[in-house]
């Protein structure tokens, strides 16, 4: 069934990306129906362009942190291969004189001993320390989850920008073909024309509202040059005939035009320079030069719910790298308990000494059985004595009081895992209920931008032919720009709410 679920996990990692694919790193569960509803539920919320996922992929291998991170967690690993048995102790001593004994004359002894744990110690001491290691590879996944939330935000930051200038710019035609307008008008000439590319350009600033999926990325950055010319040039031409003052308009319309437009125009080149910042972090974040080129590529892809809002609490239990995390400490904690319980018994040793002898001189007679009489010989052979040693530990108190120890650990991460189940229920929870008022917030700007273009239009044929109040236009088209700001604002809001959701669930 594991092959099958890392065939799966290969299949779908074409979708969303590889650092997205979690199969492998759970080989212990074997339920498939959590992985498909888990997969099902990140197809839904994942629809980042290609582009994201690479640059994604790129902060997962190169990003300092996170990198400093799988260190940490590589370092615990080690603690594993640490665990042994005691080093053998190994005694020599050399007499500088002889002892002069029965058996012969002792020139040295050696001898070796080898403790040994109660039963169940080492395996104990492994099994902590491998979940120790696994509470650290989890820290790891919640490292990259920050470092991949990060990536989104400054990149959604950056599409942000762009179609800020994108609107903007599309704002700045408007406001020079309003100019054209104005100065026709002043003129007494015909604006029937003007009124007409007033008419197409608020119309072609719509696309540059929408929520940003331009494969460039760059919106309406190089539009209607042709125009801003046009406009430019007959204000040139109006400016120098202005004095005569024989048309219906008024001269103050075009002032306070041209401020606006200047003042545009100063707000178009502060947002470019706002923009090196944001790639300068944007590289920092995948561990790349600061001035390295950002290609922005959005896909035409409106994420959605799709009914899922149960279901990602349960893989947020499930998945989230907090949680695995505190799940495994308190299994550590609990390992530490009985590691403190086995310390508490012997230890026993098994050893060997070795005593070497050498032949003595025979030194005289020895009265034997009978009132016999026997000369002894040198004797001399060495000696090897089995040696068993037992620590005792007596004194208990220490003992208990590890225990108690990590019994304590263990309730604290218990009460730690508890709280955090808390609050990511009730994350989970703010995030939908935010999805869900973006949803309803964007359909609201969406027929507010569409009647306003429509009140613009009419305002501008009705000042062009009937002189109707100017003011009332720039209150218009300002209020139009707002709304375009606003549903631009809210969409990468929407963005950045999956990308939360996505970083609850630990993906």
């Not at 009124?195 to 331009?214: F, L």
């Not at 590691?339 to 005289?364: C, D, Q, T």
């Not at 020895?366 to 001399?380: C, F, K, L, W």
Request: aromatic share 8%; charged share 20%.
């Amino acid at each position: 069934m594991k092959t099958v679920l890392k065939i799966f996990c290969r299949l779908i990692s074409g979708f969303l990306g590889k650092g997205f694919c979690v199969l492998s790193q759970y080989p212990s569960i074997s339920n498939i129906h959590q992985y498909l509803i888990l997969l099902l539920i990140l197809v839904s919320v994942n629809g980042y362009s290609q582009n994201l996922n690479q640059y994604l992929e790129q902060a997962i291998h190169n990003n300092p942190s996170l990198q400093a991170s799988f260190k940490q967690y590589q370092a615990s690993l080690e603690k594993v291969n640490q665990v042994s048995l005691e080093n053998p102790q190994l005694n020599i001593g050399v007499f500088t004189r002889p002892m002069e004994l029965l058996m012969g004359n002792q020139r040295a002894e050696a001898s070796i001993m080898q403790m040994f744990p109660w039963f169940g110690m080492l395996k104990t001491q492994k099994d902590e320390a491998l979940l120790m290691a696994e509470a650290r590879y989890e820290a790891f996944r919640e490292e990259r989850n920050r470092v991949g939330f990060q990536v989104k935000e400054t990149y959604f930051q950056l599409i942000q920008l762009e179609h800020t200038i994108d609107i903007s710019q599309a704002n700045l035609e408007i406001l020079k073909i309003l100019e054209e307008v104005a100065i026709i008008r002043y003129q007494g000439g015909n604006t029937a024309e003007a009124v007409s590319s007033v008419s197409k350009a608020i119309r072609n600033a719509n696309p540059a509202t929408s929520s940003p999926t331009n494969s460039d990325g760059m919106g309406m950055a190089g539009a209607s040059n042709s125009s801003s010319t046009m406009g430019q040039s007959a204000g040139s031409a109006g400016m120098n005939t202005m004095s005569s003052g024989s048309g219906p308009g008024k001269l103050t319309d075009i002032l306070r035009l041209q401020v606006q437009i200047k003042a545009l125009e100063s707000e178009l080149a502060q947002l470019e320079v706002n923009k090196r910042p944001l790639i300068a972090r944007f590289n920092q974040l995948l561990g790349r030069e600061k001035n390295e080129a950002v290609v922005i590529e959005v896909q035409e892809n409106l994420r959605n719910l799709n009914g899922w809002e149960e279901t990602y609490l349960d893989s947020i239990l499930v998945y989230n790298p907090m949680l695995l995390m505190l799940d495994k400490e308190s299994l550590a904690y609990q390992k530490q308990a009985e590691m403190a319980k086995l310390e508490g018994m012997p230890m026993l040793g098994v050893g060997l000494n070795y005593m070497m002898f050498s032949p003595r001189p025979e030194s005289g007679m020895i009265g034997g059985m009978d009132g016999m009489e026997y000369m002894p010989s040198g004797m001399g052979r060495n000696m090897i004595m089995p040696m068993v040693t037992m620590t005792l530990p007596i004194y208990r108190k220490k003992y208990k009081s590890m225990q108690t120890e990590a019994t304590y650990w263990m309730e604290s991460v218990n009460n730690q895992k508890q709280d955090l189940e808390n609050y990511l229920t009730t994350e989970l929870e703010t995030i939908i209920v935010s999805i869900q008022d973006k949803d309803r917030k964007l359909l609201l700007l969406e027929e507010q931008i569409e009647l306003m273009d429509q009140t613009l239009d009419i305002s501008v044929t009705s000042y062009a032919t009937e002189g109707s109040s100017f003011e009332e236009i720039l209150s218009i088209q300002r209020e139009l720009l707002d709304y375009r700001l606003e549903k631009l604002n809210t969409e990468i809001e929407r963005q950045l709410a999956f990308a939360r959701l996505e970083n609850l669930i630990g993906v």
